[in-house]
T-cell receptor, first 114, second 116 residues
Framework: NAGVTQTPKFQVLKTGQSMTLQCAQD?????MYWYRQDPGMGLRLIYY???????DKGEVPNGYNVSRLNKREFSLRLESAAPSQTSVYFC?????????????FGPGTRLTVT | GENVEQHPSTLSVQEGDSAVIKCTYS??????FPWYKQELGKRPQLIID?????GEKKDQRIAVTLNKTAKHFSLHITETQPEDSAVYFC?????FGPGGYNKLIFGAGTRLAVHP
């Protein structure tokens, strides 16, 4: 099993450009998440998908959109990139339940917006 | 909304010493508290977790304690080794319900350095 995979690993964008970050998991998880990680600020939830066909906003959704393409894939789109979106982006997945399950993280995408 | 505070932000210990990282949470209904370890340039990985119906959990050199009354939980690492050097994140899960599906709120992280 590959676990959670993300593409690309690195990306440099100019202000105003758009791009889509791809995420896939092969663990048959119901829930998927997108986080951003900035120095000294931990992991902040951008969007999540509790199950196939549903998405919802997290703590910092502004400037992003998501698509849960199917049970395996969850993409994050930046329509018009801004320097404030320079960050490391992690996708994660987990089983969905009442009590909480481990979230498995992908390797991350390091995005720089100039 | 839910807030998780983590202290200290950096911690330096000698090999063999113990290390303790503390977190407080604001939502008294939170019911799941995982700890993640992130090595430099790597992804976060779960090292231990605790649920609200348990006061303490131990796994070899790592233990977590939970005080629901005070709304805080702590990570204890004994007999630290250089390979324990990493950033550690605590998190709290909002309870099940609209908007609550396994959604974690993370602390800002603690950078632990273990010196030989």
């Amino acid at each position: 099993n590959a676990g959670v995979t993300q593409t690309p690993k690195f990306q440099v964008l100019k202000t105003g450009q758009s791009m889509t970050l791809q995420c896939a998991q092969d663990m048959n998880h119901n829930s998927m998440y997108w986080y951003r990680q900035d120095p000294g600020m931990g992991l902040r939830l951008i969007y999540y998908s509790a199950s196939e066909g549903t998405t919802d906003k997290g703590e910092v959704p502004n400037g992003y959109n998501v698509s849960r393409l199917n049970k395996r894939e969850f993409s994050l789109r930046l329509e018009s990139a801004a320097p404030s979106q320079t960050s490391v982006y992690f996708c994660a997945s987990s089983y969905q339940d009442r009590e909480g399950y481990e979230q498995y993280f992908g390797p991350g995408t390091r995005l720089t917006v100039t | 909304g839910e807030n998780v505070e983590q202290h200290p932000s950096t911690l330096s210990v000698q090999e063999g010493d113990s290390a303790v990282i503390k977190c407080t949470y604001s939502d008294s209904a939170s019911n799941y508290f995982p700890w993640y370890k992130q090595e430099l340039g790597k992804r976060p990985q779960l090292i231990i977790d605790i649920r609200s119906n348990v006061g303490e959990k131990k796994d070899q050199r790592i233990a977590v304690t939970l005080n629901k009354t005070a709304k805080h939980f702590s990570l204890h690492i004994t007999e630290t080794q250089p390979e324990d050097s990493a950033v550690y994140f605590c998190a709290a899960k909002r309870p099940f319900g609209p908007g609550g599906y396994n959604k974690l709120i993370f602390g800002a992280g603690t950078r632990l350095a273990v010196h030989p």
